[in-house]
């Protein structure tokens, strides 16, 4: 069922699992101490290729819970499995569900473990077994978290588990049909679950953070307003952008940056000339955007947003983020620096060309 590279030596125990847990979290803390202490592009470069490798430690917890599946203490440490590996492969998360669905339907963390389900498996996407691999997978949970908000033995679990499915409804995309499903999942969390904690947030919590990103960051929303200075120092406030299509870049200068910067490149090469205008929003401090632009390797006007309050508004975690934003204003896109942005940007320009 599952090959573990480390075997404990309290193998089978809720004292081993829980000094993997810990060990895992401290080099965690101490990775982002080193991160923050790191001056210059090249250190943060160089500390960020250090980062834990949770595979480690989600191994050595496979080995861990092996022998001892059908225990109720498992069940957190299945959830934390899940949270640190989602990049799993799909037999195994199947496995999973048919272990929980076996052992521990009961189990207080039964609709954590429906919200921990919802984004593991997607390691199998790059083959056409792959990805029907893939779609069972998504049948799987979908009929097991169903499943759970029809007959979960607490309410709390129940809208836990309708909070996964929104969620899983998601990746359908943002139209109104979709978004409204949504809606209906969300109310029936918060009314059934409001209080309880998905790790050390509220459910509430959770919810308000969807209804915001669907409300405000979803395909036709009104872009939210960005305001501050560039690396120059001069004004600068998105609503201001009037009539040209937008391409909106989320980066840091630690994560994957070069290929970023390539894009970025190519985008500005592709539409030079036409109302489009590239604007990047950096995670960097002012002076380490500076020396980029000195090295040529920053496209378009820039915000540098070090403390993150630029990212909060929208919502942005992992980089690159980028959002197209049409001449109205409106999102149109929202997702990863790859081939749709420029593909977005194209049909937007398209009515002026013809």
């Not at 790790?199 to 501050?228: H, Q």
Request: contains cysteine; hydrophobic residues 40%.
């Amino acid at each position: 069922m599952i090959i573990a590279t480390a075997v404990s030596s309290w193998a089978g125990s809720q004292l081993g699992a829980e000094r993997i847990v810990k060990e895992q979290r401290l080099a965690e803390l101490e990775w982002q101490q080193e991160l923050l202490a790191a001056q210059t592009l090249s250190e943060k470069s160089e500390v960020y290729e250090k980062r834990p490798n949770n595979e480690i430690y989600t191994d050595q917890m496979f080995a861990e819970l092996e022998s001892s599946l059908d225990e109720p203490w498992v069940m957190p440490y299945i959830v934390w499995q899940l949270q640190y590996r989602p990049y799993m492969n799909s037999a195994t998360v199947i496995k999973l569900i048919e272990v929980v669905e076996k052992y521990h339907t009961t189990s207080p963390q039964l609709g954590e473990f429906c919200i921990a389900i919802v984004a593991a498996g997607a390691s199998d996407l790059t083959t056409a077994e792959g990805i029907t691999t893939s779609q069972t997978l998504k049948n799987k949970k979908e009929n097991f978290i169903n499943k759970v908000i029809r007959g979960g033995k607490t309410a709390a679990v129940r809208g836990q588990a309708a909070f996964a499915l929104s969620a899983m409804v998601a990746q359908l995309g943002d139209s109104p049909e979709v978004n409204k499903r949504r809606f209906d999942l969300l109310r029936k969390a918060i009314i059934d679950a409001a209080d309880s904690k998905v790790g050390e947030v509220t459910l509430a919590d959770l919810a308000k953070e969807e209804i915001y990103r669907m409300t405000k960051l979803s395909k036709g929303a009104v872009a939210p307003n960005l305001v501050g200075s560039d690396t120059k120092g001069m004004p600068l406030k998105l609503s201001d952008i009037k009539g040209r299509v937008t391409v909106l870049v989320f980066w840091r200068s630690w994560e994957n940056y070069q290929e970023v910067s390539r894009v970025m490149k190519k985008l500005a090469a592709t539409y030079a000339g036409q109302p489009v205008e590239i604007i990047g929003v950096s995670g960097d401090f002012l002076s380490s955007v500076r020396e980029l632009e000195k090295m040529g390797e920053v496209t378009g006007r820039t915000f540098a947003d070090p403390y993150g309050k630029l990212f909060q508004i929208y919502r942005v975690t992992d980089t690159p983020m980028t959002f197209v934003i049409d001449r109205e204003g409106k999102i149109q896109y929202n997702g990863v620096l790859s081939s749709f942005v420029d593909l977005t940007v194209s049909a937007l320009l398209a009515p002026e060309q013809e």
